[in-house]
């Protein structure tokens, strides 16, 4: 298994944009599709993006679409989110995770994720 490691979280102001990466380490998964859960205290862990291995498709939870971008760098083993105009909402641990199969296929369940990294704090102040 690839061991997945978060970063880019932080403190910011609703409106403000923050960009999160995903490194894998230990195995290539230039050829996994991936994605980006979160989850807020209290709640359960929910979906916010996936991509396939080649990053030719991805896509959203509503409550994201049109302001968080997914993307994926395979030569640098690397997954991106960009989180354009935050919101409150939007305050949770990010967490990355990798699929052990080329395209997501439309899963929203972390049970479909075999890969976790140890997620990254994003919190949005109004």
């Known amino acids: 298994q690839a061991q997945l490691v978060e970063s880019g979280g932080g403190l910011v102001q609703a409106g403000d944009s923050l960009r999160l990466s995903c490194a894998a380490s230990?195995?290539?998964?230039?050829?996994?599709?991936m994605a980006w859960f979160r989850q807020a205290p209290g709640k359960e862990r929910e979906f916010v993006a996936a991509i396939n291995w080649s990053g030719s498709n991805s896509y959203y939870a509503d409550s994201v679409k049109g302001r968080f971008t997914i993307s994926r760098d395979n030569a640098k083993n690397t997954m991106y989110l960009q989180m354009n105009s935050l919101k409150p909402e939007d305050t949770a641990v990010y967490y990355c995770?990798?699929?052990?199969?080329?395209?997501?296929?439309?899963?929203?369940?972390?049970?479909?994720?075999?890969?976790w990294g140890q997620g990254t704090q994003v919190t949005v102040s109004s």
């Open positions: 230990g195995r290539t998964v230039s050829s996994y599709a």
């Open positions: 995770a990798a699929r052990n199969r080329p395209f997501a296929s439309g899963a929203k369940d972390p049970a479909d994720f075999g890969s």
